[in-house]
């Protein structure tokens, strides 16, 4: 059988993990094993993300504590960057700090002005070990250091201060996924 070279054609979509699940309030452990187990694992999360209309995706915003994200994400000039980094490194994040509009697939129909550079770097490796460099500018900049957050265990919201924070965390109390939980 021939895999498609369409990114999540051959994936299952898997549930999203939603804000307070411990899973994504830790950092993921790297990936040592390269092989058809991680291509599955792939497939799904573009696949996830796809169903979910996502622009990125960390494998723990499915429950794999693993260090790993997709995208499929436009810049500022609406270039279309599609891809995915395994044991990825954010290396750089500079420029100017733009306070924008963020989401996230795990804090479903919420969002807050979060702070981010507008240029990032991210370094790590494919499905085949191989090294991967990625650089992005305004929203896909956003995108990569969203995603590598995630990775490290944190969440749009931790970036958030003062009233914005606890406006965004008023929010999660009141959102109908949300379930009575401690704070993490």
């Known amino acids: 059988m021939r895999q498609s070279s369409i990114p999540g054609s051959s994936g299952q979509v898997r549930p999203m993990t939603l804000f307070g699940d411990p899973v994504l309030h830790a950092p993921c452990a790297e990936v040592t094993e390269f092989g058809p187990e991680l291509a599955r694992l792939v497939e799904d999360m573009y696949a996830s993300m796809y169903a979910a209309r996502g622009v990125g995706l960390a494998a723990n915003q499915i429950g794999v504590a693993r260090r790993v ?17 395994v044991n990825p490194r954010l290396v ?24 981010r550079f507008d240029h990032a770097l991210v370094e790590g490796v494919d499905l085949r070990g191989e090294p991967v460099r990625v650089e992005g500018t305004g929203f896909f900049a956003r995108c990569l250091q969203h995603e590598c957050d995630h990775l490290e265990g944190m969440v749009y919201v931790d970036r958030l201060e003062g009233w914005r924070r606890r406006r965004a965390l008023r929010a999660v109390a009141k959102a109908p996924w949300s379930e009575p939980r401690a704070q993490p």
């Open 92 to 115: 750089e994040a500079d420029g100017v700090v733009v306070r924008g509009p963020e989401g996230c697939l795990s804090l479903p129909g919420l969002e807050a002005g979060t702070p």
């Open 69 to 85: 994200f997709v995208f499929d994400c436009p810049d500022d000039e609406d270039r279309r960057h599609l891809g995915h980094v």
